[in-house]
C-alpha cells in the first residue's frame, strides 16, 4: 500500500485516507502484533523510503486506540505517550474534576511508560527518554510539575548514569537541572557525580549572558543547592567582571546573574556584593539601582552590617530608590539613616508617584515640596487626587462621619479613565477602612471582595487588621488566627512578597497571639 504520490502537492487526499484505515483497523483490546496490521505496514514502509509526511502522521495522531496500541510497542512507546497528554484539556468549569482525573491518568501513563523502558533492550531507550523529557520540560499545562514529581520518583528507582551523560552532551540545561535535582535525592550517588554535573550547570549558566531566552531557563533554578556542590568563586568572578561587559550586552540580561549572586548571600561575601553592586550600578548621578535587581536587593539590605548599609546609602541620590528602602527596611537604625538623607536631600530628579508614597510615609515635608514643582498634566492631577483623598483620610481634626462625607462629596477631574478609576477605587477603599472599629467584618468582607479583583498591599494589611479586631474578644480567638494564618499566607502567594515594615507587624500578630 503506497501513499507516497500523494505527497506532492496536497495532502488532504492523502490523510484522510490514512485517518480512515486508522478508523476502520482490526482493534485487539489487548493491543496483540495483529492490531493495526495495515498502520504497521503503511509505517514501516514509510520508515524503509524515508517517507518523513507518513511517518509523521502515525507517530503524531491523536487517535486514542492507536496511542495505546503504539504504548506497548518497544519503538514507539514515547510518541504514544506524548501524543496521549497533548490532549489534556482543561476547562476553566470543571477544571478541579478534570485535574483529579488526569493526575490519575499520568500516573497510569508514567507507570507503562517506564514499564516499557525497563523491558527496552535496544541501544537508543536513553535516547526516548531523553524526547521525553525535552517535551516535558517545556509542556506548558497546569499538571506539568506534578508529571515531573512522578518522573522524579520513577527516576530515582533506576540508572540514569548513562542517562545523564547524553544529557550532558546535548547540554539541554532544563534537563541537566532536573537530573541534577533526581541525583540529588539518591542518597547513594557519588559527590563527584553531583559536583560535575552542577559545575556544568554553573558554567552553561556564566556563558549564556548574551542571550536572553538562555537565560530564562535557569529562572527556577535553586542555585543554593547547586552551589552546594561547586564553588561560588566562579560566579563571583564573573559578577566582579560585569562593568567590563556592561556596555557589550543586555543590561536586562545581567540582572539574573546579580539576582543569583543576592540569593546566595552569606555575611562573608557581604562586602563582596557591596564592591560589586558599587562597580556596576554606579554612574555620574549616583547608584543607578535600575541596573540591578532593584528589589530583591533593597530587601536583601535588611541583612547588610550597618557599615556597608551606609556605603550603599551613601551613592543613592533617587528619591524614589530612598521611599522603597525606608519602606521595606526594618531595622530601626537603618531607617532613620534614610529619613535623615531624604530630608536634606535636593530635589532634582522624581517619579511624581513619589509624592503618594512620601506622604504615606510621614515625609510630609518632601511631600509638599515635590508638590509645587508638578505641573497641571494628566499625571500629575492623578498624583495629587492620590495625596488629597490621602490627606482627608488621615485628617486628625476630621470625624470620622466627617471623612465620609468629604470624600463622597470629593470631585474626581481627571480625564484619564484607568487613573480616574484607581482614584475612585482608592475613594473606595478609604471609605472602607473608617468603618474598621465600628464593623470589623464589613471591612474584613469587603476587602476581599477588592483583593480577589485587584491584589494590593494595603488590601492585605486591612484584612489582616479588620480580622484580628473582629476575633479580638471571641472565646475561639486562638483558632480563627490560625485560620487567619492560613488565609494571609494564600493571599500572599497573589502579591509581589515584597513585605514591607507594618505588613511584617501585621502578619506575625496572630503567630505571636498563637504562641507556636
Given at each position: 500500500?503506497?501513499?507516497?504520490?500523494?505527497?506532492?502537492?496536497?495532502?488532504?487526499?492523502?490523510?484522510?485516507?490514512?485517518?480512515?484505515?486508522?478508523?476502520?483497523?482490526?482493534?485487539?483490546?489487548?493491543?496483540?502484533?495483529?492490531?493495526?496490521?495495515?498502520?504497521?505496514?503503511?509505517?514501516?514502509?514509510?520508515?524503509?523510503?524515508?517517507?518523513?509526511?507518513?511517518?509523521?502522521?502515525?507517530?503524531?495522531?491523536?487517535?486514542?486506540?492507536?496511542n495505546a496500541f503504539l504504548l506497548?510497542?518497544?519503538?514507539?512507546?514515547?510518541?504514544?505517550?506524548?501524543?496521549?497528554?497533548?490532549?489534556?484539556?482543561?476547562?476553566?468549569?470543571?477544571?478541579?474534576?478534570?485535574?483529579?482525573?488526569?493526575?490519575?491518568?499520568?500516573?497510569?501513563?508514567?507507570?507503562?511508560?517506564?514499564?516499557?523502558?525497563?523491558?527496552?533492550?535496544?541501544?537508543?531507550?536513553?535516547?526516548?527518554?531523553?524526547?521525553?523529557?525535552?517535551?516535558?520540560?517545556?509542556?506548558?499545562?497546569?499538571?506539568?510539575?506534578?508529571?515531573?514529581?512522578?518522573?522524579?520518583?520513577?527516576?530515582?528507582?533506576?540508572?540514569?548514569?548513562?542517562?545523564?551523560?547524553?544529557?550532558?552532551?546535548?547540554?539541554?540545561?532544563?534537563?541537566?537541572?532536573?537530573?541534577?535535582?533526581?541525583?540529588?535525592?539518591?542518597?547513594?550517588?557519588?559527590?563527584?557525580?553531583?559536583?560535575?554535573?552542577?559545575?556544568?550547570?554553573?558554567?552553561?549558566?556564566?556563558e549564556s549572558y548574551d542571550n536572553?531566552?538562555?537565560?530564562?531557563?535557569?529562572?527556577?533554578?535553586?542555585?543554593?543547592?547547586?552551589?552546594?556542590?561547586?564553588?561560588?568563586?566562579?560566579?563571583?568572578?564573573?559578577?566582579?567582571?560585569?562593568?567590563?561587559?556592561?556596555?557589550?550586552?543586555?543590561?536586562?540580561?545581567?540582572?539574573?546573574?546579580?539576582?543569583?549572586?543576592?540569593?546566595?548571600?552569606?555575611?562573608?561575601?557581604?562586602?563582596?556584593?557591596?564592591?560589586?553592586?558599587?562597580?556596576?550600578?554606579?554612574?555620574?548621578?549616583?547608584?543607578?539601582?535600575?541596573?540591578?535587581?532593584?528589589?530583591?536587593?533593597?530587601?536583601?539590605?535588611?541583612?547588610?552590617?550597618?557599615?556597608?548599609?551606609?556605603?550603599?546609602?551613601?551613592?543613592?541620590?533617587?528619591?524614589?530608590?530612598?521611599?522603597?528602602?525606608?519602606?521595606?527596611?526594618?531595622?530601626?537604625?537603618?531607617?532613620?539613616?534614610?529619613?535623615?538623607?531624604?530630608?536634606?536631600?535636593?530635589?532634582?530628579?522624581?517619579?511624581?508617584?513619589?509624592?503618594?508614597?512620601?506622604?504615606?510615609?510621614?515625609?510630609?515635608?518632601?511631600?509638599?515640596?515635590?508638590?509645587?514643582?508638578?505641573?497641571?498634566?494628566?499625571?500629575?492631577?492623578?498624583?495629587?487626587?492620590?495625596?488629597?483623598?490621602?490627606?482627608?483620610?488621615?485628617?486628625?481634626?476630621?470625624?470620622?462621619?466627617?471623612?465620609?462625607?468629604?470624600?463622597?462629596?470629593?470631585?474626581?477631574?481627571?480625564?484619564?479613565?484607568?487613573?480616574?478609576?484607581?482614584?475612585?477605587?482608592?475613594?473606595?477603599?478609604?471609605?472602607?477602612?473608617?468603618?474598621?472599629?465600628?464593623?470589623?467584618?464589613?471591612?474584613?468582607?469587603?476587602?476581599?471582595?477588592?483583593?480577589?479583583?485587584?491584589?494590593?498591599?494595603?488590601?492585605?494589611?486591612?484584612?489582616?487588621?479588620?480580622?484580628?479586631?473582629?476575633?479580638?474578644?471571641?472565646?475561639?480567638?486562638?483558632?480563627?488566627?490560625?485560620?487567619?494564618?492560613?488565609?494571609?499566607?494564600?493571599?500572599?502567594?497573589?502579591?509581589?512578597?515584597?513585605?514591607?515594615?507594618?505588613?511584617?507587624?501585621?502578619?506575625?500578630?496572630p503567630f505571636a497571639e498563637c504562641?507556636?
Amino acid at each position: 500500500m503506497n501513499l507516497e504520490h500523494l505527497n506532492r502537492e496536497k495532502n488532504i487526499t492523502r490523510d484522510s485516507l490514512l485517518n480512515v484505515i486508522i478508523e476502520n483497523e482490526e482493534k485487539n483490546i489487548y493491543y496483540s502484533k495483529e492490531s493495526f496490521k495495515h498502520t504497521q505496514h503503511i509505517l514501516n514502509s514509510a520508515i524503509k523510503s524515508n517517507d518523513i509526511f507518513i511517518i509523521d502522521k502515525i507517530l503524531h495522531s491523536w487517535n486514542i486506540k492507536l496511542n495505546a496500541f503504539l504504548l506497548t510497542q518497544e519503538n514507539y512507546y514515547q510518541f504514544a505517550f506524548i501524543n496521549l497528554i497533548k490532549q489534556f484539556r482543561i476547562n476553566n468549569i470543571i477544571e478541579n474534576y478534570e485535574l483529579k482525573v488526569y493526575k490519575v491518568m499520568l500516573e497510569i501513563l508514567v507507570n507503562l511508560y517506564f514499564e516499557m523502558y525497563n523491558k527496552d533492550h535496544s541501544s537508543n531507550k536513553n535516547d526516548k527518554l531523553y524526547l521525553l523529557l525535552t517535551f516535558i520540560i517545556n509542556w506548558n499545562h497546569k499538571l506539568h510539575d506534578y508529571l515531573l514529581s512522578l518522573l522524579y520518583v520513577k527516576l530515582q528507582k533506576i540508572d540514569i548514569d548513562n542517562f545523564v551523560e547524553i544529557s550532558l552532551e546535548k547540554s539541554n540545561i532544563s534537563i541537566i537541572y532536573f537530573l541534577f535535582t533526581v541525583y540529588e535525592g539518591i542518597q547513594t550517588k557519588e559527590k563527584q557525580i553531583l559536583e560535575e554535573v552542577s559545575s556544568k550547570i554553573v558554567k552553561t549558566f556564566i556563558e549564556s549572558y548574551d542571550n536572553y531566552f538562555e537565560l530564562q531557563s535557569y529562572k527556577t533554578f535553586n542555585f543554593k543547592l547547586l552551589f552546594k556542590y561547586t564553588n561560588v568563586d566562579t560566579l563571583l568572578v564573573f559578577c566582579k567582571n560585569l562593568s567590563n561587559i556592561r556596555n557589550n550586552s543586555n543590561q536586562y540580561n545581567l540582572k539574573n546573574y546579580l539576582e543569583v549572586l543576592f540569593n546566595l548571600y552569606t555575611r562573608k561575601m557581604e562586602i563582596e556584593i557591596v564592591n560589586i553592586v558599587l562597580n556596576f550600578a554606579k554612574t555620574d548621578y549616583g547608584l543607578n539601582l535600575g541596573l540591578i535587581n532593584e528589589d530583591k536587593f533593597i530587601t536583601l539590605l535588611n541583612l547588610f552590617e550597618i557599615s556597608n548599609f551606609k556605603l550603599i546609602l551613601k551613592d543613592i541620590n533617587h528619591i524614589d530608590d530612598l521611599l522603597k528602602i525606608y519602606n521595606i527596611i526594618l531595622d530601626k537604625a537603618k531607617k532613620n539613616i534614610v529619613s535623615k538623607k531624604l530630608e536634606d536631600i535636593k530635589i532634582t530628579v522624581f517619579n511624581k508617584n513619589s509624592v503618594f508614597l512620601a506622604q504615606e510615609l510621614g515625609f510630609y515635608e518632601l511631600s509638599t515640596r515635590i508638590l509645587k514643582i508638578l505641573n497641571d498634566d494628566e499625571t500629575s492631577k492623578f498624583v495629587k487626587c492620590k495625596v488629597e483623598l490621602s490627606s482627608i483620610y488621615k485628617d486628625n481634626i476630621l470625624t470620622i462621619k466627617e471623612k465620609h462625607e468629604k470624600l463622597n462629596n470629593f470631585k474626581i477631574n481627571i480625564i484619564s479613565h484607568t487613573n480616574k478609576q484607581y482614584c475612585q477605587n482608592y475613594l473606595t477603599f478609604l471609605n472602607i477602612i473608617l468603618n474598621i472599629d465600628r464593623d470589623p467584618k464589613y471591612v474584613y468582607d469587603s476587602l476581599k471582595k477588592l483583593f480577589k479583583n485587584s491584589p494590593q498591599h494595603s488590601y492585605f494589611i486591612n484584612i489582616a487588621i479588620a480580622y484580628i479586631e473582629l476575633v479580638k474578644d471571641d472565646e475561639d480567638k486562638k483558632d480563627k488566627l490560625k485560620y487567619l494564618i492560613k488565609e494571609l499566607k494564600i493571599l500572599l502567594e497573589k502579591l509581589d512578597n515584597k513585605l514591607v515594615l507594618k505588613e511584617y507587624e501585621i502578619f506575625l500578630q496572630p503567630f505571636a497571639e498563637c504562641q507556636f
